[in-house]
Nanobody, 117 residues
Framework: VQLQASGGGLAQAGESLRLSCAASGIIYSSNTMGWYRQAPGKQRELVATVTSGGTTDYGNSVEGRFTIARDNRKNTIDLQMNSLKPEDTAVYYC????????????WGQGTLVTVSS
């Protein structure tokens, strides 16, 4: 399984950025895809996830500002990040996981998002 992320980069506070992630090599389509982030000196945290059925979950700090969307046919997810804040600065990791047999949990390499004040 490979996860290819794109997007991210530098933005000023209040601006928007978009992250995309494409998964390849997945055999089982019933899974959860999403984004997590890790800021320097902090633990990795949930940003947003979406199941193959369309159920979404957001971290408290991004709810209302970020929106995740999924294309099951293409195995892709997009994360629209609006009203960015400096505290959104982090490395963002794409993830795909499945809790039912066969269980799997894969991570992308990460993409840096930097928000300046």
């Amino acid at each position: 399984v490979q996860l290819q992320a794109s997007g991210g980069g530098l933005a000023q506070a209040g601006e928007s950025l978009r992250l995309s992630c494409a998964a390849s090599g997945i055999i089982y389509s019933s899974n959860t895809m999403g984004w997590y982030r890790q800021a320097p000196g902090k633990q990795r945290e949930l940003v947003a996830t979406v199941t193959s059925g369309g159920t979404t979950d957001y971290g408290n700090s991004v709810e209302g500002r970020f929106t995740i969307a999924r294309d099951n046919r293409k195995n892709t997810i997009d994360l629209q990040m609006n009203s960015l804040k400096p505290e959104d600065t982090a490395v963002y990791y794409c993830n795909v996981k499945r809790k039912l047999t066969p269980v799997f949990n894969y991570w992308g390499q990460g993409t840096l998002v930097t928000v300046s004040s």
